[in-house]
């Protein structure tokens, strides 16, 4: 491909996501039948992914809730699993597939949370990040979370350092 064939394939590429139209996604409950296609997708979007089993442990506690979006074309493109328990809410891992991020699935995702604990009186729902996932950061912030803390040296990164965790809360009452 020339030079300038590339050059246009970029800027047409620019400009299909600038008009891409708005994802419409299915929100359904997470299902022990779909712990295989929902642990590849944890592959897609992290260094540690948790295994088909360890989905499968924790579908198996009754506080465990897991929410999955599909396109209108059944794929799957997000994912949420935490843990309901009266009065208080807790994201496990969050993820959006890698061709679908900044459209709005992780946004729907946590929505879906926010309505599944109103019938719990749930009052807050916590989380934590490693400092360094800027991307996540960015997000949690920007849908209402407040960081309220940093647990030291919590995460152990490949090269044997360790990272804090920033645990932020969105209070949901
Ligand atoms: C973090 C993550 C879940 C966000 O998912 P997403 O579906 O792309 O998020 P949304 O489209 O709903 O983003 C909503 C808003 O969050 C902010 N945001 C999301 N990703 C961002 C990024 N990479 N940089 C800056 N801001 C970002 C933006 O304000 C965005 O709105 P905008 O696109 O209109 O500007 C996604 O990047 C991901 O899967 N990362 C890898 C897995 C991970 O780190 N999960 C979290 C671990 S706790």
């Not at 296609?37 to 579908?59: G, I």
Request: include cysteine; charged fraction near 20%; charge should be neutral.
């Amino acid at each position: 491909m020339s030079l300038v064939s590339l050059f246009i394939c970029v800027l047409l590429r620019l400009a299909l996501q600038r008009n891409k139209p708005p994802l419409i996604l299915n929100i359904s409950s997470f299902d022990h039948k779909q712990v295989r296609e929902v642990s590849e997708l944890h592959k897609l979007c992290f260094d540690e992914p948790w295994s088909e089993q360890l989905f499968t442990t924790l579908l198996e506690n009754p506080h465990v809730c897991g929410f999955l979006a599909h396109t209108s074309g059944n794929e799957l493109t997000g994912l949420l699993l935490g843990q309901i328990t009266p009065g208080e809410a807790e994201i496990y891992t969050l993820a959006t597939h890698p061709d679908y991020h900044r459209q709005g699935v992780a946004s729907h995702l946590i929505e879906k949370l926010i309505v599944g604990c109103l019938p719990q009186s749930v009052q807050r729902i916590l989380l934590e990040v490693n400092e360094t996932n800027l991307p996540a950061l960015k997000f949690y912030e920007k849908v209402g979370f407040i960081a309220y803390g940093r647990r030291k040296k919590y995460y152990m990164s490949s090269s044997q350092h360790y990272n804090d965790a920033i645990l932020f809360e969105l209070k949901v009452k």
